[in-house]
């Protein structure tokens, strides 16, 4: 198998020793290098880590044998890549650091990735394209959908809901048996008590709800996720 990241900007980068940590006593595991849209890192990333970026995501020449793990920390970005890829004929695999702990009775789809010290609870299911940063939790029975990205820290308790695409800060908490609706994002060290609308941003402890398109007493807030996203000439590379 041919394991290649997709995106060789900072997490990129962490993701690559992630992958490392995982596979490097398996003898069926290839790193071949990376995917970005940019060709000015490619001496860089060279230099930095000793893998080579081997295409870009609109013209490499996709082979059986390759597995492809998205690294980018947007949700959107995470879905446009994911779907560009996945049209081509792409397929994905799931990381899991040697540190994390995931109960056998937990599922996880294709293209996830669960960080250092992460954790996913017994009876929790991940859909596709899930990240997990270091140290971040998924409760018993959560149900997590596609896209959503966690920060470090952050958690979702037992029972709650996530819907698709959405963003957890550093230290956000959703507590038992909420559900987050599709495409919100939960700031750095909120706290949601209450069930969340989809497009929405929930601040402080306890949280408090704005549009994310609106104005609103707490400023303008812009979704991430509702940007188009042109299907030519993304640059790939992105931090978490």
Do not use: W
């Amino acid at each position: 198998m041919n394991l290649i990241v997709v995106g060789a900007s900072g997490f990129g980068r962490e993701l690559l020793q992630y992958v490392h940590d995982a596979y490097r006593n398996d003898p069926a595991v290839r790193v071949k290098g990376f995917l970005d849209d940019d060709p000015a890192k490619i001496d860089s990333i060279r230099k930095t880590t000793g893998v080579d970026i081997v295409g870009d995501t609109l013209t490499y020449a996709i082979e059986e044998e390759d597995r492809f793990i998205i690294s980018l920390g947007d949700p959107g970005l995470r879905r446009a890549l994911a779907g560009r890829l996945a049209r081509r004929g792409a397929k994905f695999i799931s990381v899991i650091h040697p540190t994390a702990y995931l109960a056998p009775t937990a599922r996880i789809g294709e293209g996830c990735i669960i960080g250092p010290f992460a954790m996913v609870g017994s009876y929790a299911h991940l859909e596709d394209h899930v990240l997990l940063n270091l140290y971040s939790a998924v409760g018993h029975d959560a149900r997590i959908a596609a896209f959503c990205v966690f920060s470090p820290y952050s958690v979702a308790n037992g029972g709650s809901r996530l819907e698709e695409g959405i963003f957890l800060g550093t230290h956000a908490a959703v507590t038992p048996n909420v559900r987050v609706g599709a495409g919100s994002k939960i700031a750095a060290g909120a706290v949601v008590y209450r069930d969340v609308p989809g497009r929405s941003l929930a601040t402080g402890n306890p949280s408090k709800t704005f549009p994310l398109d609106e104005d609103t007493s707490a400023g303008q807030f812009r979704s991430p996720v509702r940007a188009p996203l042109p299907d030519i000439d993304l640059t790939v590379g992105g931090d978490r």
